[in-house]
């Protein structure tokens, strides 16, 4: 059987769930989960995770660069011109050119600014950096992103946090339809079954955080979600059947007698 290959940027990946460094109690519950989830991609929150003051506890300690990529990411920033520097300081400190875009546009629902993250990322594909963006699922906006240069696309489920799942299937499956690059489900995912819908409905990856920091038994829901991508994947690649109103015989009805 042909392996699966997740790739993005050229860099290729065997998974395709992509785990936040977030929420957790400390930083060694933070890695166990991860190492559960099978995940090869974490999020770092630059401007919250410790990876340069050696006097405190440094996520390099316990989850290893050289076996698990970090991808620098802006959360927290609301205008383009702290996401630019956010992502410049993090190319002066690791050399990391891979990123996450994320410009918020309200504190209280943490939708994207859309006017920020298309300026942004214009810019930010212009110095090199391969940007993945957080982004609304608006399929014209969208577009826009990929055309200026995107590395993939990031719309949300709902809002951060908030484990609602998939609330407008249409849009994303329109961005499916439309989208050439990775399109990766980010934010919103609250269980396993919302990690197999956004798969199955043939999303290249989902990113997740909340749902797994924050569950009672975050090691067993970063278990869950591994399976939960991999089983939507599955699914996905297997074509489902045409869905009708009607019955159908799992019999044939030749040679009976």
Known sequence: MKLDIFKIANKKFKSRLIVGTGKYKNMKECAKAIKISGAEIVTVAVRRVNIVDKSKPLLMDYIDPKKIMYLPNTAGCFTSKDALRTLRLAREIGGW????????????????????????????????????????????????????????????AAPIGSGLGIQNK??????RNQTK????IDAGIGQASDAVEAMEMGCDAVLINTAIAKAKNPF?????????????????????IIPTLHGSPSTTKKGLI
């Open 170 to 175: 249409t849009n994303i499956q329109i961005l």
């Open 97 to 156: 050119k891979l990123v996450k875009l994320e410009v918020l546009g309200d504190k209280k629902n943490l939708f994207p600014d859309m006017i920020e993250t298309l300026k942004s990322t214009e810019i930010l594909t212009k110095e090199g950096f391969k940007v993945m963006v957080y982004c609304n699922d608006d399929p014209l906006m969208c577009k826009r992103l990929e055309n200026s240069g995107a590395s993939a696309i990031m719309p949300l």
């Open 181 to 184: 690059v990775p399109l990766i």
């Open 220 to 240: 067993q829901m970063a278990a869950a979600m591994k399976y939960a991508v991999i089983s939507g994947r599955k699914s996905f690649l297997s074509g489902r």
